[in-house]
């Protein structure tokens, strides 16, 4: 490959190493197998977390618990699909009907959906659950654009809500907006900046509050984290726990937070208690203009102050002219939930296959799990190409992905 001659190429070219990285696997495991699927959850980790979650059999069924968890991560990159068709999509891809005797393929060629069904049952949550625990975590080097700063990895924390079918018994459970068509699930993400991989997740039904979610994240925070936090989030209790964790934070502080002044420092910004009693942060305030063309013509300018606090009180370590672009940079979780929620959800049309509150968790956490896949994919693709992960187009990755389930033959190890 020669040297690249402009932005076109570069993304041709990183389209290039997706493709090679999935076509060139070597590791006897991952030709066995499912592709993407299993060069991220490799056979052995899948067999451990069945076991540990509780899902070995006793008996040898059609569709024993590590073959039914692939099932399940393989429905998020068929979403448009039935069962059958996903199931023929995996059997394509290993050869089972010449492979391991003790999984068969079923005479009819693909088991019927409620066997799919009873099969995802037994599986349960908590397998993915694990799988989940085990495989997220950063994945940026010190030499990935965009992901360090100041000696600190930069990751990000929002929040959003997922529809779920609608259904008598995951409105009780889940619940939504009053005037909404679906109920829905609230979703809170800890995101790495740079790579746009989950290092954690928590999800819980529509009245759970984003900061509550986020207490449950609080072991996913490390001393060399700077993370930073929307509106909605800021508070004590909360900037608390995560500082506890030696982790510094970013939070967007709304009008509802009285920061008087206690120190204005030679840099503009100032020192103040996020709350009466609470803990010393420094604020750091600024003005975003956007201009904007009315009908008549007219250009209209708008201003909005962001007033940010900040456990980086050292104003010749941390120069206040780096803020904005810190706080931006969060919109990388934004465009993680882009791609949740259209590429791989696929957007309103689209939504969870689950009639129950438990399949529902399940299929949840087997969404994130296939994103994280496809972010590794990403990232180590982006690694090779010597390019910035924003570089690659998700959608590339996951047509690869795709694709990669039906390249990969010879047998599976259960």
């Not at 990159?77 to 290993?94: F, H, P, T």
């Not at 290092?199 to 009245?207: E, G, K, P, T």
């Not at 606090?309 to 050292?314: A, E």
């Not at 904005?324 to 259209?342: Q, S």
Request: aromatic residues 8%; proline residues 6%; charged residues 20%.
């Amino acid at each position: 490959m020669g040297q690249l001659s402009g932005p076109t190429t570069a993304v041709v070219f990183a389209a290039w190493v997706v493709c090679e990285i999935l076509d060139g696997v070597t590791n006897a495991a991952d030709r066995a197998s499912f592709g993407v699927l299993t060069q991220t959850f490799a056979p052995d980790l899948v067999e451990a977390v069945t076991i540990q979650g509780g899902a070995l059999q006793q008996r040898q069924r059609e569709l024993p618990a590590q073959l039914t968890l692939y099932l399940v991560l393989a429905l998020w990159l068929w979403r448009n699909l039935s069962y059958k068709e996903v199931w023929r999509r995996l059997a394509d891809g290993c050869a089972f009907s010449g492979g391991a005797p003790d999984l068969p393929v079923p005479a009819s060629g693909a088991p019927q959906a409620s066997s799919i069904t009873r099969a995802r049952e037994r599986l349960g949550t908590e397998p993915l659950a694990l799988l989940f625990a085990q495989t997220a975590g950063p994945l940026a080097d010190p030499e990935t654009p965009g992901a360090f700063w100041r000696g600190y990895r930069l990751s990000a924390v929002d929040g959003t809500c997922l529809d779920v079918p609608d259904t008598a018994a995951n409105r009780a459970c889940f619940g939504g907006p009053t005037d909404g068509a679906f109920p829905q699930l609230r979703l809170v993400a800890h995101s790495e900046i740079g790579t746009r991989c989950l290092i954690d997740a928590s999800f819980d039904a529509y009245n759970t509050s984003e900061k509550a979610l986020c207490e449950r994240l609080a072991d996913s925070f490390a001393p060399d984290m700077l993370t930073v936090f929307d509106a909605g989030f800021c508070g004590t209790d909360l900037y608390r726990t995560i500082t506890a964790t030696g982790a510094q934070t970013i939070m967007r502080a709304g009008a509802q937070f009285e920061l008087a002044p206690l120190e204005v420092l030679s840099d503009g910004s100032y020192t103040a208690q996020l709350s009466k009693g609470g803990p010393l942060v420094r604020v750091i305030e600024y003005t975003v203009y956007t201009d904007t063309q009315t009908p008549q013509g007219h250009k209209s300018t708008v201003g909005e102050t962001i007033t940010l606090v900040t456990s980086l009180l050292d104003i010749d370590r941390f120069p206040i002219a780096d803020f904005p672009g810190l706080y931006a940079a969060r919109w990388e979780a934004e465009i993680l939930f882009a791609a949740v929620k259209t590429e791989l959800r696929g957007g309103t049309t689209v939504r969870f296959r689950s009639q129950t509150p438990d399949l529902v968790r399940q299929e949840a956490w087997a969404l994130l799990l296939l994103y994280q896949a496809l972010s590794d994919l990403i990232t180590r693709a982006a690694g090779h190409a010597q390019l910035d992960p924003d570089r690659i187009s998700f959608t590339t990755a996951l047509n690869t992905a795709r694709r990669s389930v039906n390249q990969t033959g010879g047998r599976f190890s259960p």
